[in-house]
T-cell receptor, first 110, second 115 residues
């Protein structure tokens, strides 16, 4: 089957930079999403990468390497409000449905 | 404000009862989805609809049914609720099917407890 792997938990300090990694199976891969989900809330879209390279959106950047089956989300100048779960999802397979990772719970400490 | 609305936000239900979770979007998106989210299991797709009049099964469809009579509405029905259906349910929509790169817009979720 198709698997998405990402770390379960991460901790970082306010103002710092954190990188959240995601690996996926490359078979049939078409693109990769990152979503943010605060506790008790719905996921919200952060980024979608189809081509190799880094895409920057303000404090958040997302990187993709299709050949390695690897992506990361980079969060700069961390703020307390960035404490959330970050979900990686790949767009793969013949049925083109999303395959979701279990999420990385990020705690930003003062 | 345009968006996607779910109801109810929270419900406690006796096992064996029938329950319908409502979902309405006003963005004229073609595709709609129902997910359940459980601790340690992540988001799992229950059913989806790529366009009005069509539906498909996701990863965990058993015990659930959906209909898509029009573009805006996508109700999820539990015919006879069981405790294992206790979960947070999210409805989502996208202009393109998520598997084709469409950004998903999620409703606020419906927390369902089956006793």
């Amino acid at each position: 089957g198709q698997n998405i792997d990402q770390p379960t938990e991460m901790t970082a300090t306010e103002g710092a930079i954190v990188q959240i990694n995601c690996t996926y199976q490359t078979s049939g891969f078409n693109g990769l999403f990152w979503y943010q989900q605060h506790a008790g809330e719905a996921p919200t879209f952060l980024s979608y990468n189809v081509l190799d390279g880094l895409e920057e959106k303000g404090r958040f950047s997302s990187f993709l390497s299709r050949s390695k089956g690897y992506s990361y989300l980079l969060l700069k100048e961390l703020q307390m409000k960035d404490s959330a779960s970050y979900l990686c999802a790949s767009n793969a397979g013949n049925n083109r449905k999303l395959i979701w990772g279990l999420g990385t719970s990020l705690a930003v400490n003062p | 404000i345009a968006g996607i609305t779910q109801a109810p936000t929270s419900q406690i239900l006796a096992a064996g009862r029938r329950m319908t979770l409502r979902c309405t979007q006003d963005m004229r998106h073609n595709a709609m989805y129902w997910y359940r989210q459980d601790l340690g299991l992540g988001l799992r797709l229950i059913h989806y609809s790529n366009t009005a009049g069509t539906t498909g099964k996701g990863e965990v469809p058993d015990g659930y049914s959906v209909s898509r009579a029009n573009t805006d509405d996508f109700p999820l029905t539990l015919a006879s609720a069981v405790p294992s259906q206790t979960s947070v349910y999210f409805c989502a929509s996208s202009d393109l099917p998520g598997g084709s790169g469409g950004e998903l817009f999620f409703g606020e979720g419906s927390r369902l407890t089956v006793l």
